[in-house]
């Protein structure tokens, strides 16, 4: 038993980097570390809650356990600088608005489920708003959250939001808003500022509008996976914003990407596309052809094709922190270079008999055994190429 910890230990963090993307701080909120450094604290009640996540400056990771209604204290929050703010499992839960206080930074919020009421704030799930900067928001799950699950706004800047999931079970419509980045189109002094990166989010049944819509900022969505029909619009670059919208799949997408111009004389936002799937879309499509900012940090794109699978099992406060190998290549190829061959099998050896290994544990009964061995054996000395010519031999 010590020995298969021992080296789970050793294999967790390199199946970790095996995953098609490494999870961490990344994008531009890359240089958020919360709460880092500081005690972690549990709590179950909105009152210590918000002691803890509206103290001035002093770190603190603050893990909430349960559910949390926030309608005792006010409906929302105003966060401080240096939290980070986790769920202790898949259940973990606000109710409520987390707002912060004005000119605050260095915020991570992960595993959370998070919704807000009507009449609880303004009905945003985050609000980040009023000089807020280094934000991470990640493997979330939002829902319900009227006015905005995420709302970045009035001069803040640096914010990831990734490996979320999103949806609304009520009636859509006007109360059914994803993410709104820049209040107005009088809100000059938001450009320069609002740098916002969405990757591998899963915009779910329900999500209506604002997926984003855009102003003054420049905001790169990427690997995110769309399935909302019945939506009024997916992402708006109004008002000198610039988007780059790199390999997202679009399943069933109202007007997947557009340019909106509301007022003629304004100067118009841009909108760079690639990559992108498109199945079964109606409406707006840019051509995605202007030139717009290059992201200032290093970022891996999956292929679009395999977004919905990828998303749908990582994305949320449920997510899985990596993915099987075999999803995207052969059983058995550990190291992934397609070729099932000697570097292999001692990887393989290596997981023999060991409980919970879920790169290797193909058929999940908690254990890497013969069934595991045959389909190695199987693939011996095989690329992907060679399995798939026998499985589809050309006519
Ligand atoms: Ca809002
Ligand atoms: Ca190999
Ligand atoms: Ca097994």
Redesign the pocket.
Known sequence: MKRASCLLGLVAPLLFCLSPSCFGGDGFGMHATGGEGGVAVTVDSAADFKELVETADVPYVVQVCGAIDLGSVGGKVGIRSNKTIRGTDANSTIIGQLGFKKGSSNVIFERLNITCPDGYGEGDGISVKEDISDVLITKCTFYDCPDGCVDITRRSDRVTVSWCRFYFTGASGDKSRVSLIGSSDGATDDLGRLHVTFHHNWFDTGCWQRIPSVRFGRVHIYNNYYSCPGNLYGVRSRIQAECLIENNYFGGVHDPYYIYIHDPGEIPGKIRASGNERVSCTGRVDDGDDDVFAPSYRYTLDDALDVPEIVQLGAGAGGVDFFPHWLFGLYGDFDRNDRVDAGDLSRYVDFWLLPDVADA???E?G???G??FALFADNWLQTTAEINAQRFPAD
Request: glycine residues 0%; hydrophobic residues 20%.
């Open positions: 544990d193909y058929n009964d254990i890497v055994n069934y595991e």
